[in-house]
């Protein structure tokens, strides 16, 4: 079992930043790669971002290319989504998530389905 706890959300200004953090613990060893998803009210669960275990792979929705960044840091089992020049929509529920399972592209973490283990979510609120 793999424990997933986010932090780091917020209320902040449209054009500001964020850095969520995504602390892991358990049977860390067996992740392969780890996502971002974001979820508004009444809008399903939306692909943000993940990035593999190395880091040398990172994918993003083409929503927040450009603006968001995803890193990690193996030696303290966290991962981190920058958010910078935040817009309205942006505003949601923010999970991480991590797979044991590997996929042929990065594309296809784009499903949730290809998760095995999710944390409980922090609120990201943009003000105009």
């Known amino acids: 079992q793999v424990q997933l706890v986010e932090s780091g959300g917020g209320l902040v200004q449209a054009g500001g930043s964020l850095r969520l953090s995504c602390a892991a613990s358990?049977?860390?060893?067996?992740?392969?790669?780890s996502g971002w998803f974001r979820q508004a009210p009444g809008k399903e669960r939306e692909f943000v971002g993940v990035?593999?275990?190395?880091?040398?792979?990172?994918y993003y929705a083409d929503s927040v290319k450009g603006r968001f960044t995803i890193s990690r840091d193996n030696a303290k089992n966290t991962v981190f989504l920058q958010m910078n020049n935040l817009k309205r929509e942006d505003a949601a529920v923010y999970y991480c998530?991590?797979?044991?399972?590997?996929?042929?592209?990065?594309?296809?973490?784009?499903?949730?389905?290809?998760?095995?283990?999710w944390g409980q979510g922090t609120q990201v609120t943009v003000s105009s």
């Open positions: 998530a991590t797979t044991t399972r590997s996929v042929p592209t990065p594309r296809e973490y784009m499903n949730p389905d290809k998760y095995n283990y």
């Open positions: 358990g049977r860390t060893f067996s992740t392969v790669a």
């Open positions: 990035i593999s275990w190395s880091g040398e792979t990172t």
